[in-house]
């Protein structure tokens, strides 16, 4: 049984996140093949563009990756503005900000851990809407394809396409999406990508009408030649689902609300991702996310993993931070920490070296 598991685990890159999904016994309780965190920082100070260094915003630290890693969590992903990284559009990418991005990754993968790159943008560029006259979908498609053929030889980098498009045309974005998307085939890079939905792409209101033509409807008109790629959702449990709240409707609104589109993946043969969660600090809301958690688990024939929102070095006493306080976890992660992995790091090399 150990050698094809051995064969898997050695094709590191797209391969991994197969063989992540069903580790042997003794390896963690999670199903998934992605679980970790969101590490805020980079796309901060959103009204001083690109802004300073430092200042403005700040990158994670590698204290953090390596917190995050030892607790069993084997993604991240990184929120960064595009602006920063392109001033204008078509331009080659700023060399300082590519370099800091560099840092972040290099450190990372290092360690084993997949990168989720995400341009925090909601489907803007200097507060224009992609497709507008102002930011075509070839601009999108550029900047897409320029960060592709930089990380394409890094298997643990995953493309996030852009977080949360809003208040536009949902097939204006999915045109913008699939620019991206053959943008980035077409240097030659094979990794992951994840696609959002429009209307903030949450996982409730997929089915929805008012943004427009439903995500469900729409984005079944995405198209990746490699056919390696995820819709990538968010779902907050307060009551309106925005995520400013801490207090949760109930200990099931999770799974509830995750059902329908569930449903849908498995209807149409797609995979998901669940990009942004949180809960806040009290009973009904542990109960919720590892209700979430739970049923995610349980439908991992369908889904890619999950990244919870958020920590970084700037975040002080936010709601939902995952933030360790002075070395001491915050009470979320104690929900989380049963759907990780914190024996596989360990046991991988292990594993590697019994080939």
């Given at each position: 049984m150990i050698k094809p598991l051995v064969r898997l685990l050695a094709s590191i890159g797209i391969v991994m996140l197969m063989a992540a999904s069903t580790p042997p016994a003794g390896m963690g309780a999670s199903a998934v093949p992605l679980a970790g965190v969101n590490l805020a920082g980079a796309e901060f100070g959103e009204n001083s563009l690109p802004g300073t260094y430092g200042v403005d915003y700040i990158y994670p630290t590698f204290d953090e990756v390596d917190y995050f890693y030892g607790k069993g969590m084997n993604t991240i992903r990184l929120p960064f503005r595009w602006e920063r990284l392109q001033h204008a559009q078509l331009e080659q990418f700023d060399t300082e900000e590519l370099a800091r991005l560099d840092n972040f990754v290099t450190h990372a993968t290092g360690r084993g851990v997949f990168v989720i790159l995400d341009p925090h943008n909601y489907a803007r560029y200097y507060g224009e809407l992609i497709g507008s006259p102002a930011v075509p979908a070839s601009a999108f498609a550029d900047f897409w394809?320029?960060?592709?053929?930089?990380?394409?030889?890094?298997?643990?980098?995953?493309?996030g396409l852009m977080n949360e498009p809003h208040d536009m045309l949902t097939e204006d974005w999915r045109a913008a999406a699939n620019a991206a998307i053959s943008a980035i085939r077409s240097v030659g890079a094979a990794n992951l990508i994840l696609v959002p939905g429009n209307g903030w792409t949450g996982a409730h209101s997929w089915y929805d009408s008012w943004y427009g033509i439903p995500n469900a409807v729409e984005m079944l008109k995405i198209v990746d030649p490699a056919g390696n790629y995820a819709f990538e959702v968010h779902q907050y449990l307060d009551t309106d689902s925005s995520g400013s709240s801490q207090v949760c409707v109930s200990s099931m609104i999770g799974s509830?609300?995750?059902?329908?589109?569930?449903?849908?993946?498995?209807?149409?043969?797609?995979?998901?991702?669940?990009?942004?969660?949180?809960?806040?600090?009290?009973?009904?809301?542990?109960?919720?996310?590892?209700?979430?958690?739970?049923?995610?688990?349980?439908?991992?024939?369908?889904?890619?993993?999950?990244?919870?929102?958020?920590?970084?070095?700037?975040?002080?006493?936010?709601?939902?931070?995952?933030?360790?306080?002075?070395?001491?976890?915050?009470?979320?992660?104690a929900v989380l920490e049963p759907y990780l992995f914190p024996r596989y790091h360990v046991y991988l090399p292990v594993i590697l070296r019994a080939q």
């Open positions: 394809g320029k960060l592709a053929s930089h990380y394409m030889g890094n298997g643990r980098v995953i493309f509830e609300r995750l059902t329908a589109f569930t449903g849908w993946l498995r209807e149409h043969h797609k995979r998901g991702f669940l990009g942004e969660f949180a809960g806040g600090r009290n009973e009904t809301c542990y109960s919720a996310l590892d209700d979430m958690l739970g049923y995610i688990t349980e439908n991992a024939d369908v889904w890619e993993g999950w990244t919870y929102w958020a920590a970084g070095p700037w975040w002080g006493n936010y709601q939902f931070t995952l933030e360790p306080l002075a070395g001491v976890d915050r009470p979320q992660m």
